[in-house]
């Protein structure tokens, strides 16, 4: 019976410490918090989105980086092995607008639950509040003959409950510690430092999505608002970086919601060396024609107003000072005294409303890290290093992410489900 170690508690290391037991390997979860799932457990604002129902072409779509790494891993395990996974477990599940998928309970904890019986009932070996300090190896000669020689994963290093040392041995080794996003859950980038300390790259490490900090001092005056049904985009000068329908917020800082923690993603590695531009565009069902049509016909019902008091029909109140500020149009001028040159203006503002991107919020806001282990160095089908045998990478320590929506978590499980799969085979 071959040995394999787990480091790491989270999403992926908890699949891969079901895959290696139920492949009958003697299975160690080392843990470094008190409790497993410990990011998992505040995930989907604790409801836990714990994967996406759409089409293998949506998942596909949805990676932002390194997305034909994951082919492999996710044809192995797709989101439907992963809903029924989890239904095989007793979690009862439904599937939201966007193709969402919650536990009915909506409750993260449930995952975690039916993920820690089964750790249970497999007999894994969990091991709690201990924390991997290091990853050891060693040299053998080639079985080619040749006189090359291999590094091979030995043993870890680890603090123990108590607060003593101790040297774990084992067959395999799957890293699963996770990224540097809510470092405050234990993601406080190990993985990244044992990677380096066995001869890995690690690429850039951003915070993803993250909100985005604005330029504009009127921005200020929206915090709290959140704006459904919006298109956004996201441009570098002119270029497109990102397009997304659906829903904004506005913060004390800038801008977030869905549409943008998604569209950090793409600006991560851009924003850092210059500013981008948001575009909004409120009214996405209204051509630039049909606004203006909308705006004469709330213009003829508002002829004797105020131009202030005559758009509670078409925009948020929050919203209204702010668009008339920009318009230039005063705000005690009479709506029948409005130029038609001004009312293009306004049409113009309510489809194309721009702010200037500064940056991103940091870590302790990020939901996720852009960046990892290079994945040149991992075996996309198997999660195995090609730089020392034996040793695994799964989850949020590689070099892949991806948009809201469950996504990423369907990465934690694929990617933990092949490693979990394959460590130990071939000691079997």
């Known amino acids: 019976m071959s040995k394999v170690i787990v480091a790491g508690g989270g999403a992926a290391g908890m699949m891969a410490a079901v895959l290696a037991a139920k492949n009958g390997h003697k299975t160690v979860l080392l843990e470094k918090n008190e409790k497993l799932g410990k990011k998992l457990f505040i995930t989907g604002k604790g409801r836990c989105n714990f994967t996406n129902a759409g089409t293998s072409e949506d998942l596909m779509n949805s990676i ?193 919601g869905p549409t943008l923690l998604s569209a950090s993603s793409y600006a991560a590695g851009i924003i850092r060396e210059k500013k981008l531009t948001l575009s909004i565009d409120l009214k996405p069902a209204l051509s630039h024609e049909q606004l203006d049509e909308r705006i004469l016909r709330d213009f003829d019902e508002n002829k004797n107003k105020a131009f202030k008091n005559s758009l509670d029909k078409l925009l948020p109140k929050k919203l209204i000072p702010v668009i008339i500020m920009l318009s230039g149009i005063p705000d005690q001028k009479r709506v029948n005294e409005i130029t038609r040159q001004q009312r293009r203006k306004l049409v113009e503002l309510l489809k194309d409303l721009r702010l200037t991107l500064t940056g991103l919020r940091g870590f302790n806001e990020a939901i996720i890290t852009h960046g990892g282990v290079c994945v040149k160095e991992i075996n996309p089908a198997t999660m195995e290093s090609k730089l020392v045998k034996n040793i695994y990478f799964a989850g949020e320590v590689l070099d892949v992410d991806a948009v809201t929506g469950g996504f990423n978590l369907q990465v934690a499980w694929s990617t933990g489900y092949a490693a979990g799969t394959h460590a130990g085979q071939e000691m079997k």
């Open 64 to 256: 932002v980086t390194n997305k034909k790494f994951m082919y492999s891993a996710l044809n192995g395990f797709s989101n439907y092995d992963t809903m029924g996974f989890f239904g095989e477990l007793g979690l009862e599940f439904k599937i939201e607008r966007g193709d969402r998928v919650f536990p009915v309970s909506d409750h993260s904890s449930d995952v975690i639950r039916a993920l820690s019986r089964e750790l249970n009932r497999l007999g894994v070996d969990v091991r709690l509040n201990t924390r991997v300090l290091s990853v050891n190896t060693k040299e053998i000669d080639s079985s080619d003959g040749d006189s090359k020689k291999y590094k091979i994963f030995e043993s870890v290093a680890v603090q123990n409950e108590t607060g003593g040392k101790e040297t774990v041995t084992g067959d395999a080794l799957i890293i699963a510690t996770g990224g540097n996003s809510y470092q405050s859950t234990g993601s406080t980038g190990d993985g990244y430092l044992f990677a380096r300390s066995l001869g890995h790259s690690v690429t850039d490490i951003l915070p993803a999505l993250v909100p985005f900090n604005v330029e504009q001092e009127w921005e200020r005056q929206l915090q709290g608002l959140s704006l459904k049904n919006v298109s956004v985009k996201l441009m570098d000068g002119e270029k497109v970086i990102y397009s997304d329908f659906g829903e904004m917020l506005f913060t004390h800082f800038g801008v977030s």
